[in-house]
Every structure is written in C-alpha cells, then in structure tokens.
C-alpha cells in the first residue's frame, strides 16, 4: 500500500472530530490541497461540495499563477489566506459523511463450522499422540482415526502435515505403513496446551 492510499484509508477510519481536526492540521501545514480532498471525501451536501470545488479550482488557478509568476507575491499571499479562512469556514460548518468502521470480515456459519472442525480434529489428534508416547515406531492415521473417532481423513492428514512442517513429529516406515510419531518438542507443547502441564 502507497503512503497516499495508505493515508486515504486511514482517514476513512476517522469520525469527524477528528477529520475536522485533520483539516485544520493541514491547513496549518499549508497542505491545502490534501484539505480541500477530505473535504471533498466527506461532505455531502451538494451545494456545500460544489462550494469546496470552485475553491479547489480557485487553488489550482493561484498555483498556475504563481508558478507563471503573473501574480504578485501580496495578491498570491491575500488569495492564499482568504482560500484558508474559506476552508476553515466549511470545516466549522459542514457535518461530514463519516463512512462506518469497515465490518469484520464476513464470518458465516459454514466458516465457524469449518473453523471448529479443523480445531477439534487438532485437540483429538494430539490427544491421541499423547496417549500413545509408549509407542516405539509410531502410529498410523488409521488408527489416529479409529482412537480419536474422529470422521474426515483430509483434516487429520491436515494437521499432521503441519505438525510436520514445523518439527513437532517424526514420520518412519515399517512393514510398508507410514507411522507418525510425536517428537520430545512437539510432546511438551502438546502437553502444555492439552493437559495444562
């Protein structure tokens, strides 16, 4: 994200008070183009908006002067101060459109349902790890299913992997299964979370 767009998404996070404040901040900097753009991004009256642009356009038109130099410096300044005090005056004046905290995202029921299962399966699993740390070569994900009765393979495998990715099991072949076992690392954060040991 841009500092701009990074800044424009700020600013819609503002309630007035505070964009009223962000207006005078930059009117005092002299930043006031930034200060005419939230007024345009936050006013909703259209004959107030219509206002602020003919002060935009008046802006642009003592800036095009300034930079051909066909306005004195004292007129520039006059021009520049009166633009100020008109801004200053719609900020007083103008209740602004302030647009709603953005919503969380969207969480369904399905997503909750999701999100649980995927919770559960781990618990079931670890505890099924835990429980079987006698086991010497390790355990299958059939029988990880059959002891934590847990229904969907896809998930258990799911979380191995992720176990595995991190270095919290050890996976070794005998007599052509695949067994999984719980490594010393993974066996104390198992604990620590499962039997609040």
């Not at 009223?20 to 183009?33: E, M, P, S, T, V």
């Not at 390790?138 to 969907?152: D, H, P, R, V």
């Amino acid at each position: 994200m841009t500092a701009e767009k990074d800044f424009h998404y700020i600013c819609e996070r503002m309630n007035e008070v505070e964009l009223k404040n962000q207006i005078r901040q930059f009117i005092a900097a002299d930043k006031l183009d930034d200060a005419i753009q939230l007024l345009i991004a936050h006013t909703s009256d259209s004959e107030k908006l219509d206002e602020i642009i003919i002060q935009l356009a008046r802006f642009n038109k003592i800036k095009r002067e300034e930079s051909n130099g066909t306005m004195p410096n004292s007129e520039i300044n006059n021009e520049l101060n009166l633009l100020r005090n008109n801004l200053l005056s719609f900020t007083r004046a103008e209740n602004f459109v302030v647009k709603p905290p953005p919503n969380p995202v969207e969480y369904s029921l399905n997503d909750f349902e999701d999100s649980f299962a995927l919770s559960f399966t781990r618990v079931k699993v670890a505890e099924v790890f835990l429980a079987n740390l006698q086991t010497d070569k390790g355990i299958t994900i059939t029988a990880i299913m059959e002891q934590s009765n847990l229904e969907s393979r896809k998930l258990i495998v799911d979380f191995i992997n992720e176990l595995n990715s991190i270095g919290l099991i050890e996976k070794n072949k005998h007599e052509e299964k695949t067994l999984w076992r719980i490594n010393d690392k993974g066996k104390k954060i198992l604990e620590k979370r499962i039997k609040g040991g």
